[in-house]
């Protein structure tokens, strides 16, 4: 049976051992309601690291709305048996004490810079200083040789990064790509609270992500931008956040698409009640 950790000085003595055995740790951190793309994490993991500990835990310091915290799918029972089935070495399953054991719950205070203020970051203040908080503490416990992030929050892998350089970690951040429905929306937990009217709306999101590549070059960015912006806001379910073309390196704005080489194409809107992000990586040339 798949090894389960809610302590975390238990954990540190599993991962000591594992060290003395000069072993590599690769880490999955997640919030749990596990689906394919999590799991392509864990896979990711196993082939470049010796064991491989996923985390679930729900961290309330990156939700901007209580209600979205307390709406945020849990099924550990579900998630145990997920993992049963991959080549996960074990599962770190803390409660807040464990990871926040002050009360006020003190969030580590970093510069952040342009990052932090743009994007995820103007729609969600306070969202990242949560992100960074909560991995800092996670990596803190699990001294990971690599950890494993997926591309859908590329901001925030882009956020993490910054974390890792500032207190000089040797934890390697790899970015794994999205993974999707055979319709195209990005798999996410989020996706289980969308209602069969909006879940049919969507595989828009990628649609419209899709189709601004396709026009690169063959018009400005300003009307890429306007003409995704009009195909996402034309369903009454919608509440469009952002549509931005930016430089992949910095998540800059950009004015020649050729200047660059790399581009990030990103979504975020409200379908209904639920929040849904999406992006792809393009080279423009």
């Not at 990711?44 to 990156?62: A, R």
């Not at 956020?159 to 040797?170: A, C, D, G, R, W």
């Not at 912006?229 to 004015?255: M, Q, T, W």
Request: hydrophobic share 40%.
């Amino acid at each position: 049976m798949l090894p389960i950790y809610k302590n975390k000085i238990l954990l540190t003595d599993y991962i000591s051992s594992v060290r003395q055995a000069e072993k590599t740790v690769g880490f999955v951190p997640t919030m749990g309601a596990l689906h394919d793309g999590h799991i392509s994490l864990i896979e990711k993991s196993s082939e470049e690291s010796d064991i491989t500990v996923c985390s679930i835990f729900v961290n309330p310091t990156q939700f901007n709305e209580t209600s979205d915290f307390e709406k945020y799918p849990r099924m550990i029972e579900k998630d145990i048996q997920i993992l049963g089935n991959t080549n996960c070495s074990v599962i770190f399953a803390p409660d807040s004490k464990e990871i926040y054991t002050d009360e006020s719950i003190d969030l580590i205070d970093i510069k952040l810079g342009y990052l932090e203020h743009e994007l995820e970051g103007k729609f969600r203040p306070g969202h990242f200083k949560g992100v960074v908080s909560v991995v800092k503490r996670l990596f803190d416990i699990v001294q990971p040789d690599k950890a494993f992030f997926g591309q859908k929050d590329y901001q925030q892998f882009m956020i993490i990064k910054k974390m890792v350089e500032h207190f000089n970690l040797k934890t390697e951040l790899i970015c794994c790509p999205v993974i999707r429905e055979k319709d195209g929306l990005a798999m996410s937990s989020r996706n289980l609270r969308l209602t069969p009217k909006e879940r049919d709306f969507a595989p828009t999101i990628y649609q419209s992500l899709i189709g601004a590549k396709e026009l690169l070059g063959k018009s400005t960015i300003k009307e890429i931008k306007s003409w995704a912006e009009s195909l996402l806001s034309k369903n009454d379910l919608v509440e469009l956040e952002y549509f931005e073309i930016r430089n992949a390196e910095d998540l800059k704005p950009v004015k020649d698409v050729n200047e660059v080489n790399e581009l990030a194409i990103l979504a975020a809107l409200k379908v209904g009640k639920v929040r849904l992000i999406d992006n792809i990586l393009v080279k423009p040339h």
